[in-house]
């Protein structure tokens, strides 16, 4: 079994910062890919951002010069850096893994609020 543990959400005013972390613990093969993802109130859940075993990154345009996804030396911890945050990046963030067998796990999710 695995499980992935997210942090660092939170209130925050537009234009300020925040950075998430998810771990993985567990029964982890070989992790192939790690990433964000967010899904808004009334919105489809979307890619944000991720990492390959490999190191190249993905960015969705929406945030492509705030955000940045990095990674453990152990690659069992994934973080994404926010800056610059607008009210449009509202939304509950939640972390993926997928591994060399196929299997993808999710994390349950933290929220995140831009708000003045």
């Known amino acids: 079994q695995v499980q992935l543990v997210e942090s660092g959400g939170g209130l925050v005013q537009p234009g300020g910062s925040l950075r998430l972390s998810c771990a993985a613990s567990?029964?982890?093969?070989?992790?192939?890919?790690m990433g964000w993802y967010r899904q808004a109130p009334g919105k489809e859940r979307e890619l944000v951002a991720h990492?390959?075993?490999?190191?190249?990154?993905y960015y969705a345009d929406s945030v492509k010069g705030r955000f940045t996804i990095s990674r453990d030396n152990a690659k069992t911890t994934v973080y994404l850096q926010m800056n610059t945050l607008k009210p449009e990046d509202t939304a509950a963030y939640y972390c993926?893994?997928?591994?060399?067998?196929?299997?993808?796990?999710w994390g349950k999710g933290t929220l995140v609020t831009v708000s003045s």
């Open positions: 567990g029964s982890i093969f070989s992790i192939t890919v």
């Open positions: 993926k893994i997928v591994t060399s067998n196929g299997v993808a796990y």
């Open positions: 990492i390959t075993r490999g190191g190249s990154t």
